[in-house]
Nanobody
Framework: VQFEESGGGSVQAGGSLRLSCTGS????????MAWFRQARGKEREGVAV???????TYADSVLGRFTISRDNVQNTLYLQMNSLKPEDTAMYYC???????????????WGRGTQVAVSS
């Protein structure tokens, strides 16, 4: 299983970024996909998950600002992040599993991460 993540960068507060995560080595369409983030000195936290049936769940801290989506033809997971805040600054990771971990950091497969920095 491999992931290729991209889309991170530095933006000012209020700006937007779109993260991408392309997976290989597994049946993407049958797998639940999630985004997590970890800020320096903090524990990894779940941001959003999109299940194989297309249903999504979000952390309260990003609800209404972030949108998770998936393209099962391109085997790619996305995270559209709008109205970014300095507290969104973190390394963002994609994750995959067939077990319903929701937003718990117990997923089996993880990407290497892409850095997001939001300045005030």
């Amino acid at each position: 299983v491999q992931f290729e993540e991209s889309g991170g960068g530095s933006v000012q507060a209020g700006g937007s970024l779109r993260l991408s995560c392309t997976g290989s080595g597994f049946t993407f369409e049958d797998t639940d996909m999630a985004w997590f983030r970890q800020a320096r000195g903090k524990e990894r936290e779940g941001v959003a998950v999109i299940y194989s049936n297309g249903r999504a769940t979000y952390a309260d801290s990003v609800l209404g600002r972030f949108t998770i989506s998936r393209d099962n033809v391109q085997n790619t997971l996305y995270l559209q992040m709008n109205s970014l805040k300095p507290e969104d600054t973190a390394m963002y990771y994609c994750a995959a599993d067939r077990i319903d971990w929701v937003l718990l950091p117990k997923y089996t497969y993880w990407g290497r991460g892409t850095q997001v920095a939001v300045s005030s």
